[in-house]
């Protein structure tokens, strides 16, 4: 029988450089699946959170990490339940960012994590956002692309969504969590944040959503 390669389009980038929006309405458009990588990191986070483990407790964490399971459910917005609880709500929360990224600089949580996120390469294909889907998770994806903005734009952008859902928040604060964050997720030792080979370098700072997509076409089809 003829083999079916399963395309993927891996985005990757720190975070709130739209990649989120991006994938998901790529995903879309392309009527392909969607891996939102961050979310299995922010799950297993909130699972910490929730049973106080500490952050450095590697045993305990690669425990956890085994011994979950998350369903996801993609709509407009994606759904996620850990162990069967409904934990959309707690998955934006500034607090579950942080944690993910402290325990995603773990080669040991890494390994554990892989699996779950390449059982999403699937028929008719796959858009994968993250920070390592084009260096680490999926180094064969036929479409690379590195989505970035300038920090201000970013804590700008993180600053609005919260207003929106009426989380109170303060731009400075933002600003620092993100450079902080992104110095976390470039310089770990184990899949940092970093430009995969061949991939597509895109500045979204002074670009809409639609341009960013159009772009991304226009490398897929
Ligand atoms: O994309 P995000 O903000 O939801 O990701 C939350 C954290 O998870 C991020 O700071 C680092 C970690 N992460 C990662 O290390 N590798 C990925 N592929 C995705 C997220």
């Given at each position: 029988m003829r083999q079916v390669t399963v395309p993927v389009l891996t985005i990757d980038g720190p975070s709130g450089a739209g990649k989120g929006t991006v994938s998901r309405l790529l995903a879309k458009k392309l009527g392909w699946h969607y891996l939102d990588s961050g979310s299995i990191y922010r799950s297993l986070a909130i699972a910490l959170l929730k049973q106080s483990v500490a952050l450095d407790d590697i045993p305990a964490i690669v425990e956890m990490a085994r011994a979950m399971v998350l369903e996801f459910e993609c709509g407009d917005d994606l759904a996620v339940k850990l162990n069967g609880e409904d934990i959309t709500a707690q998955l934006g929360l500034e607090k579950t960012g942080i944690a993910a990224s402290i325990i995603a600089v773990l080669p040991e949580v890494r390994a554990v994590l892989l699996q779950k996120q390449q059982?999403?390469?699937?028929?008719?294909g796959l858009v994968a956002d993250g920070r390592d889907m084009g260096t680490v998770v999926f180094p064969d994806a036929a479409y690379k692309v590195f989505l970035t903005a300038s920090s201000e734009k970013r804590a700008e952008r993180r600053y609005k969504q919260l207003k929106e859902k009426g989380i109170d928040a303060n731009l400075t604060g933002l600003t620092k969590d993100i450079e902080e964050r992104d110095r976390r997720d470039r310089e770990r030792a184990t899949a940092p944040l970093s430009l995969a080979n061949g991939a597509l370098f895109i500045d979204?700072?002074?670009?809409t959503i639609d341009a960013v997509i159009n772009q991304v076409l226009g490398l897929v089809q």
């Open positions: 059982d999403f390469k699937q028929a008719p979204s700072s002074d670009m």
